[in-house]
């Protein structure tokens, strides 16, 4: 099977029994979205779920949380994963959004990339999330998934995983396969103990053949 042919079969199987997927971050504005993402680095949806009701009541708004001191914010976020540094990134983000975007969140990737604690995995779940850009944010789960599937070779870094998904995928669908792929890997392909049984792709999964091969 060529590679092209894996990517055809994956993404057929997909289109017909996860027709909808998307993030599992609760949100109601590209703000409230920003915020979410930038929580979520090294952390759960779940817990960032917990967490942004307070924070959106407390801060609606990029300007009330440019007002707020990190201090202020992290008495809030305490309960994620290095919520120190998160809170200082928010506020630096409200504060730059206000000063220098006019309020709006941008679209472009290098743009977003500016705002303090958005990294390109952050721009790329914002540009395609809020903007339906044909952008791939690769996380822990899309890595592990795409190169157990064979979507991806040798793949060292994200951005190595991100270029060849990108150059291999529909543009029309990367936005969702970015979700196909989390999903996969959150509730079914997981990290230690994936559930090949379960799974409707292990028939063009390069991880399983190997295990089938070991049996």
Avoid at 106 to 123: H, N, S, W, Y
Avoid at 161 to 180: R, T
Wanted: hydrophobic share 40%.
């Amino acid at each position: 099977m060529t590679r092209k042919e894996r990517f055809q079969k994956i993404t057929d199987w997909f289109q017909e029994n996860m027709p909808v997927a998307e993030t599992e971050l609760h949100y109601s504005n590209p703000f409230e979205l920003l915020v979410a993402v930038i929580l979520s680095a090294q952390c759960t949806d779940k817990r960032v779920n917990m967490i942004t009701p307070k924070v959106f009541e407390k801060w609606p708004s990029h300007l009330e949380m440019a007002e707020a001191t990190p201090e202020e914010v992290l008495d809030v976020i305490k309960s994620c994963s290095y919520p120190n540094n998160k809170s200082k990134h928010l506020v630096g983000m409200a504060k730059m959004l206000r000063d220098e975007f006019n309020g709006v969140v941008p679209d472009d990737i290098k743009e977003l990339q500016k705002l303090p604690g958005v990294g390109r995995k952050t721009a790329n779940v914002i540009a395609s999330v809020v903007f339906q850009k044909p952008a791939m944010a690769v996380d822990t789960h899309v890595f592990r998934v795409s190169a157990r599937l064979g979507l991806t070779h040798n793949a060292k870094t994200p951005l190595e995983a991100e270029k060849q998904l990108v150059n291999y995928l529909p543009e029309k669908l990367i936005p969702i396969a970015h979700h196909w792929l989390i999903l996969h890997g959150r509730y079914v392909c997981l990290a230690r103990k994936p559930k090949c049984d379960q799974c409707g792709l292990k028939q063009w999964c390069k991880y399983f053949q190997k295990l089938e091969g070991k049996s």
